[in-house]
């Protein structure tokens, strides 16, 4: 009898099995099939490492899925490889928000990668600065920065050194090879090359009179520095007095002690952002834009001033604690640059960069 019930058991297991009973699966392997991780919504969101990374991994993602229940999945690179990365993807995105610099924003833009951003679909940007929006309606500006020359404020006064006043002052023997410059490939390096234009009455449309004083500027240096990785430890270890980078990054060195402080010069600063765009097809639209309007809510963009970025939004301000170090006066002069130029001559100028200014690396440092 035992048999025969031991038998029917396994039959009736057959059968179901036969009738379409599901494979069993690994724990979240269902979760991610659907966008989701156990039980909850996911988005993937690409940016920068360092600090933008931290800000969002550490403070804002978790408290934005205890409000909502939606996962964030953050993908660290740069934004001409994360522009790379989703016009790759264009037929099947995997990637629901971009972070981009703002001339990535109007390369994104002209190339159809990203859907619009408005009032209409994200509510906060009703409260956004108008100075920090890169492209109308293609971005939402998020961590806000300037890109501005920045010294030791110890050595300067140890060496008896002025304060910088101009972009031109950067090119001196005053601090040769006590430098940290990006190169043209990095965004900071295209800045620093606008506004030793700008200091020499160039334009966006007339660069030149920039690129003849970087070949001076690179004959003080030792190298140029790819990233930022690579810049900040130059200047946390002493081995640059003199460096130009975001604000933000000024921010940080000065918090972990580096004597280190802002410098506005006269010709002024370009005001700018990190923005968050929405890729075109994304594969969940709604709970990106979801999470765009919440950064970029007075909750959060007081989260992310604390990590050193200026505040996108009216009535939020920039933490006591970075006023000494990257705190910008009234009376500092920052402009909005046209994105849409830069895009259009940055290629042209690079390769320039690279041919002329290059090659006179430390060759007055003899």
């Given at each position: 009898m035992k048999k025969l019930i031991s038998l029917f058991s396994i039959l009736l297991l057959l059968s179901l099995s036969a009738c379409g009973n599901p494979t069993p699966q690994k724990a979240g392997e269902a979760a991610k099939a659907n966008g989701t991780e156990k039980g909850g919504k996911t988005i993937t969101i690409a940016g920068n490492g360092g600090v933008i990374e931290k800000a969002i991994r550490d403070v804002i993602a978790p408290k934005f899925k205890k409000e909502t229940g939606i996962t964030v999945n953050y993908l660290p690179g740069l934004s001409g490889e994360i522009l790379s990365k989703v016009e790759l993807q264009k037929s099947a995105p995997q990637i629901d928000i971009a972070f981009f610099v703002p001339v990535d924003v109007q390369r994104a833009t002209d190339k159809g990668l990203t859907d619009s951003i408005n009032e209409s679909n994200v509510p906060n940007m009703k409260n956004v600065k108008s100075d920090f929006v890169a492209v109308e309606g293609a971005a939402a500006p998020v961590f806000g920065l300037v890109i501005s020359p920045a010294y030791n404020t110890e050595s300067f006064k140890k060496n008896g050194l002025k304060p910088i006043q101009s972009w031109n002052d950067l090119a001196s023997a005053d601090y040769k090879g006590k430098t940290a410059f990006a190169d043209i490939s990095n965004d900071w390096g295209f800045n620093t090359l606008y506004g030793l234009a700008l200091a020499n009455?160039?334009?966006?449309?007339?660069?030149?009179?920039?690129?003849?004083?970087?070949?001076?500027?690179?004959?003080?240096?030792?190298?140029?520095?790819?990233?930022?990785?690579?810049?900040?430890?130059?200047?946390?270890?002493?081995?640059?007095?003199?460096?130009?980078?975001?604000?933000?990054?000024?921010?940080?060195?000065?918090?972990?002690?580096?004597?280190?402080?802002?410098?506005?010069?006269?010709?002024?600063?370009?005001?700018?952002?990190?923005?968050?765009?929405?890729?075109?097809?994304?594969?969940?639209?709604?709970?990106?834009?979801?999470?765009?309007?919440?950064?970029?809510?007075?909750?959060?963009?007081?989260?992310?001033?604390?990590?050193?970025?200026?505040?996108?939004?009216?009535?939020?301000?920039?933490?006591?604690?970075?006023?000494?170090?990257?705190?910008?006066?009234?009376?500092?002069?920052?402009?909005?640059?046209?994105?849409?130029?830069?895009?259009?001559?940055?290629?042209?100028?690079?390769?320039?960069?690279?041919?002329?200014?290059?090659?006179?690396?430390?060759?007055?440092?003899?």
């Open positions: 009455n160039g334009s966006v449309d007339n660069m030149e009179p920039g690129l003849e004083k970087a070949k001076e500027l690179a004959g003080y240096s030792s190298t140029f520095y790819k990233n930022s990785t690579q810049m900040m430890p130059a200047v946390q270890q002493g081995a640059a007095d003199v460096t130009v980078m975001g604000s933000y990054a000024v921010g940080e060195l000065a918090l972990s002690g580096v004597p280190i402080k802002l410098a506005v010069p006269k010709e002024g600063v370009p005001l700018q952002a990190f923005s968050a765009a929405i890729v075109k097809n994304s594969p969940h639209n709604k709970d990106a834009l979801n999470f765009i309007n919440y950064l970029i809510s007075e909750e959060s963009q007081a989260l992310i001033a604390d990590k050193g970025f200026y505040p996108v939004v009216e009535g939020v301000e920039l933490p006591e604690k970075y006023e000494e170090s990257i705190g910008l006066k009234d009376t500092d002069k920052t402009f909005k640059p046209d994105f849409a130029k830069f895009a259009e001559v940055r290629a042209e100028w690079s390769d320039r960069w690279a041919k002329e200014v290059t090659p006179k690396l430390a060759t007055l440092l003899k």
